[in-house]
């Protein structure tokens, strides 16, 4: 890979001290000078920013799983259901006329986005057509025709956050829902054949699918569930509890119970539904016009930033000049985004748009990712709440006219794990997004 941009860095260690100066002048304007010039720009003036809805994401087999319905004052309305396979965790022998006495659906989770005072209401029904691993799912779809009419449970559940003292970790909790006795009997009295392996076991008994109710008002929460089973860590679960010959005749009968578990090789989607109706957004959603002082980023397959830097352009005109370092800084507004109440994303990811419209990833993330994690950057700085990206090679290929300058998408790292959001200002704030670039210019 080439790197133009290091070697003025090495060379022109000293002439950086003795030129560096800032200017707030547009990029269109480059120094003229004899031989060398070093110096910094702060372009704030050729941006123009504007907020795109997601292309639909992938939702199959994330690290979490996400659940429930939130009206968010800013964003509008997302609600997610999930759906997954249940495995064997061995041959379950439930013995001599054994009768199931009850069924139970254990959902676990940490940390809950939205509020804990408003409750909210999960059905669960039972597949009917099946899942597959190895498909890929994306957030449009309709889980709900995949699973049968008939309500298996429901729970109104009020979510609930606690932290550990010592560590100000979160709790696990858990969300009990009762499940129809029918389930119960169906997989007590399975036939053997349906219990020979996890292949046969999958087409007699698909999975379940958990509805949450859409929110008619303001409040909801979506929670971030912990669902697969690890060496470590138990996951959630479908829990049989049942009586059986030997168990009635002894003399202290037992709590019998065999347990369905969610593996790593289930199968487990989420569909997710945005509604932004009524938004301060929602006019001008999805078109370069519009342009406001705030855009807006979020999860879940929900909003992307369309960026344009329109000065770029300019200095593919202009010959013999090097990009030292090109940094890329977004402002959060703290206070729309409420970033006590609604914690920002952790981390954004920049992209590029190709000649075929198409999202690449720059050249400065696969240095970031080959060669110096720290390189790219987008993380979150709670100290002064910005996201800051290196772009230095994006933008010297851009000069050079390697990679075409039609813009940038600002996303999310975290698309399909985590429900995050967060409102930045946009290109027409006085504090909103800048370039800050340290650049030479050779002069024959």
């Known amino acids: 890979m080439k790197f133009r941009f290091l070697a003025p860095v090495v060379a022109l260690l000293a002439l950086l001290t003795a030129c560096n100066e800032t200017s707030d002048l547009g990029m269109d304007l480059l120094p003229s000078s004899d031989l060398i010039d070093v110096k910094n720009l702060v372009e704030k003036s050729s941006f123009s920013a504007f907020t795109y809805s997601e292309d639909s994401i992938r939702t199959d087999e994330p690290s979490k799983s996400l659940l429930g319905s939130f009206y968010d004052p800013e964003f509008g309305l997302t609600t997610i259901n999930f759906a997954t396979q249940f495995r064997l965790f061995d041959f379950p022998d439930y013995g001599a006329n054994a009768v199931a006495d009850?069924?139970?659906?254990?959902?676990?989770?940490?940390?809950?986005?939205?509020?804990?005072?408003?409750?909210?209401?999960?059905?669960?029904?039972?597949?009917?057509?099946?899942?597959d691993i190895d498909a890929a799912y994306r957030q449009d779809i309709n889980l709900q025709?995949?699973?049968?009419?008939?309500?298996?449970?429901?729970k109104i559940y009020t979510p609930v956050v606690r932290l550990d003292s010592a560590s100000q970790d979160t709790f696990y909790q858990l969300i009990t829902i009762p499940i129809d006795i029918s389930l119960g009997e169906k997989l007590v009295n399975a036939p053997d054949s349906a219990m020979a392996d996890n292949d046969e076991f999958l087409e007699y008994f698909k999975g379940l699918m958990i509805e949450s109710e859409a929110r008619t008002s303001t409040g909801g929460s979506i929670l971030t569930l912990e669902t697969v089973y690890s060496s470590t860590w138990q996951g959630s679960a479908l829990v049989v509890y049942y009586n059986n010959d030997s168990n009635r005749n002894a003399a202290t009968p037992d709590t019998l119970l065999n347990p369905y578990l969610i593996s790593p090789f289930s199968a487990r989607v989420n569909s997710i539904d945005h509604d932004y109706s009524g938004t301060a957004f929602f006019d001008d959603l999805n078109m370069d016009t519009g342009e406001d002082s705030l855009i807006y980023v979020q999860t879940m397959g929900g909003l992307k930033s369309k960026i344009y830097i329109d000065q770029l352009s300019s200095w593919r005109d202009s010959a013999a000049v090097e990009i030292n370092k090109a940094e890329l800084i977004f402002q959060?507004?703290?206070?729309?985004?409420?970033?006590?109440?609604?914690?920002p994303p952790s981390r954004l990811l920049y992209t590029y748009i190709n000649e075929d419209g198409q999202e690449n990833l720059p050249a400065d993330y696969w240095f970031s990712f080959d060669v110096d994690p720290g390189f790219y950057g987008g993380f979150l700085d709670t100290t002064n709440y910005t996201y800051r990206f290196n772009i230095t090679q994006h933008l010297q290929q851009i000069v050079e006219g390697t990679v075409p300058n039609n813009g940038f998408f600002l996303t999310t790292a975290r698309k399909n794990s985590e429900a995050n959001r967060v409102v930045l200002k946009g290109s027409t704030s006085e504090t909103g997004i800048r370039l800050v670039i340290t650049y030479s210019k050779y002069l024959e």
Not at 104 to 127: A, M, N, S
Not at 332 to 343: F, G, H, M, N, R
Request: glycine share 4%.
């Open 332 to 343: 959060i507004d703290t206070l729309a985004s409420e970033v006590d109440k609604y914690p």
């Open 102 to 131: 009850s069924v139970k659906l254990f959902l676990y989770y940490r940390h809950v986005y939205g509020d804990t005072v408003t409750p909210q209401t999960f059905r669960v029904y039972e597949l009917e057509s099946p899942l």
């Open 145 to 154: 025709a995949y699973s049968s009419d008939f309500l298996l449970g429901e």
